[in-house]
C-alpha cells in the first residue's frame, strides 16, 4: 500500500524543508520527498491531505515508565499483581495516540510486554527497556520504606529482577541479571530524587568505582547507562564514568557542563516531571510533603540548568518521565524546552532526530527515504507557529506506514 501525504509543511527532523512537499510511503518506509503535487498519481494509492498541517517524525520519548500510573498513585498497595500489565497496555496506546512512537522505558517494562508489543499482541510504541532501576541500598530506587514494608512500585518478579545492589561485585552481578532479563540499557541512579522521601536529589549515590564498572559491563553487551542524576557531583561522577545521558540533570553546574561537552554526554531534561508532582498534589493527591516540597523547590533550579546547557551547546533529548505524570501528554515536554530556550526546531529536534541519535536508532527520528514510517501530522505550520501547545494539535500518527 502506498500512502502520500500531499501539501505537507515537512519537519525533516533537523530542519523544515524549504515549500511544501508531499511525502511517499510504500509499505513501512518513507521512500520518497518530492516537490507539492510530484509524489504520486495512481489512483490506488491512498492520499492523505496535509494542508495547514505539518509532517513530523513519529516523536522519541527517551524517558518512560510504562508500568507505573502517576506519581501519587498508592494502587499498587492493593491491586492485584498482574493489574500493572494490563494497565500497561492502557499507557502505551494513550503514548502513541500522543504522537509518541519510540521509547526508551527507564525502569519497570519486562521482556514480555516488549515481546507482546513486536509480535502484534497489544499496540504500542517501539521499545527498548531497562527493565528495573539499578540503586544503592538506600538509594533512589530503593523501595523499603521506613515503616519495614517493600513498596510494590517495580516490585521484583522472574521478569524484572530487583535493582538494588552494592559494592563492585554487587553491581557488576545485578547488572548482568538485568541484561540476562532483556535490558536493552541500563538505569542507574548516581544521586538521590524527587519521589524518594528519605533522600536528597543533591546527593550522591553509588562510587565512581561502582559507575564505572556498571557502564563496562552495559558496553560489555552492546549496552548504554542513563543515569538518573540530579545534584552536581553525582552528575560529574555519572558523566567521567561514561554514562550515555544524564537524566533530569536538575542542579547542573559549569564544571557539570563542561565535561557533558567533552564527553558527548547527552541531556534528557524531563522537565514535565516535578511539574507533574506539583500538579497531583494541587489536585489533592495524597503523597508525603517532603516530596512536594522537593518537586517546588527544584523548578527553578531545573530550569536555569536547561537554560546553561543548551546555551553551552549540550546535546537535549526529550524525555518525559510518564508515569510520574499521565501518559500521553508526553509533547507537552516539546513546549516545555521551548520554553528553557531552545527554538521551535530544537524542541523538534530533541524528540526526533537528536532522540534517535542517543538511542542509537538509524532508521527513525527523521523524514527520508528508507527509513521507517514512523510520521506525526501536527495542526499548523509550525515553522511559522510557536512550538509551545504541540501536545494539543496532533491530528494523525502512523507507525510503521500504518494510522494508528
Known amino acids: 500500500m502506498v500512502t502520500?501525504?500531499?501539501?505537507?509543511?515537512?519537519?525533516?527532523?533537523?530542519?523544515f524543508v524549504p515549500g511544501r512537499r508531499d511525502v511517499v510511503v510504500d509499505g513501512d518506509r518513507i521512500t520518497a520527498i518530492t516537490e507539492e503535487g510530484q509524489g504520486s498519481h495512481n489512483a490506488g494509492d491512498e492520499f492523505v491531505d496535509a494542508t495547514d498541517r505539518t509532517l513530523v517524525p513519529g516523536i522519541i520519548d527517551c524517558h518512560v515508565h510504562l508500568m507505573s500510573a502517576g506519581a501519587a498513585n498508592v494502587s499498587a498497595f492493593h491491586d492485584p499483581f498482574s493489574l500493572q500489565f494490563y494497565n500497561s497496555v492502557r499507557h502505551m496506546a494513550d503514548t502513541l495516540a500522543g504522537g509518541v512512537t519510540t521509547v526508551r522505558d527507564a525502569g519497570g517494562t519486562d521482556l514480555g510486554t516488549k515481546t507482546a508489543v513486536e509480535t502484534g499482541v497489544v499496540p504500542g510504541p517501539r521499545l527498548t527497556i531497562a527493565v528495573n532501576i539499578m540503586s544503592q541500598t538506600g538509594g533512589h530506587g530503593d523501595n523499603h520504606l521506613v515503616s519495614g514494608a517493600e513498596s510494590?512500585?517495580?516490585?521484583?518478579?522472574?521478569?524484572?529482577?530487583?535493582?538494588?545492589?552494592?559494592?563492585?561485585?554487587?553491581?557488576?552481578?545485578?547488572?548482568?541479571e538485568l541484561l540476562r532479563a532483556g535490558a536493552d540499557h541500563i538505569k542507574i541512579c548516581s544521586t538521590g530524587g524527587v519521589l524518594s522521601p528519605r533522600d536528597d536529589p543533591r546527593h550522591s549515590q553509588f562510587s565512581d568505582a561502582e559507575i564505572a564498572m556498571i557502564v563496562a559491563?552495559?558496553?560489555?553487551?552492546?549496552?548504554?547507562?542513563?543515569?538518573?542524576?540530579?545534584?552536581?557531583?553525582g552528575i560529574k561522577a555519572a558523566v567521567r564514568a561514561g554514562v550515555r545521558s544524564i537524566e533530569h540533570g536538575i542542579y547542573l553546574d559549569d564544571e557539570a557542563i563542561d565535561l557533558m561537552l567533552e564527553h558527548g554526554t547527552f541531556l534528557v531534561p524531563t522537565l514535565q516531571a516535578p511539574r507533574a508532582v506539583i500538579k497531583a498534589a494541587e489536585a489533592g493527591a495524597n503523597m508525603p510533603q517532603s516530596v512536594i516540597d522537593k518537586a517546588k523547590t527544584v523548578i527553578d533550579a531545573h530550569h536555569d540548568s536547561i537554560v546553561r546547557a543548551h546555551e553551552a551547546g549540550v546535546r537535549i533529548a526529550m524525555g518525559t518521565d510518564a508515569g510520574v505524570g499521565p501518559h500521553g501528554e508526553n509533547l507537552e515536554e516539546i513546549s516545555l524546552l521551548a520554553g528553557a530556550g531552545l527554538s521551535g526546531?530544537?524542541?523538534?529536534?530533541?524528540?526526533t532526530s537528536v532522540a534517535a541519535d542517543l538511542l542509537g536508532h538509524e532508521d527513525r527520528g527523521r523524514i527520508a527515504p528508507d527509513l521507517l514510517a514512523d510520521l506525526v501530522l501536527i495542526d499548523g505550520d509550525l515553522s511559522t507557529d510557536d512550538v509551545r501547545g504541540i501536545e494539543d494539535r496532533v491530528s494523525q500518527v502512523w507507525l510503521g506506514g500504518v494510522r494508528v
Request: hydrophobic share 45%.
Open 152 to 176: 510494590p512500585f517495580l516490585a521484583a518478579h522472574p521478569g524484572r529482577p530487583s535493582g538494588v545492589a552494592d559494592g563492585v561485585e554487587g553491581v557488576q552481578r545485578k547488572a548482568r
Open 217 to 233: 559491563e552495559a558496553a560489555a553487551q552492546g549496552a548504554h547507562v542513563m543515569s538518573h542524576a540530579q545534584g552536581a557531583p
Open 345 to 351: 526546531a530544537e524542541a523538534l529536534a530533541a524528540g
Open 4 to 15: 502520500v501525504f500531499t501539501n505537507a509543511k515537512v519537519f525533516d527532523g533537523t530542519r
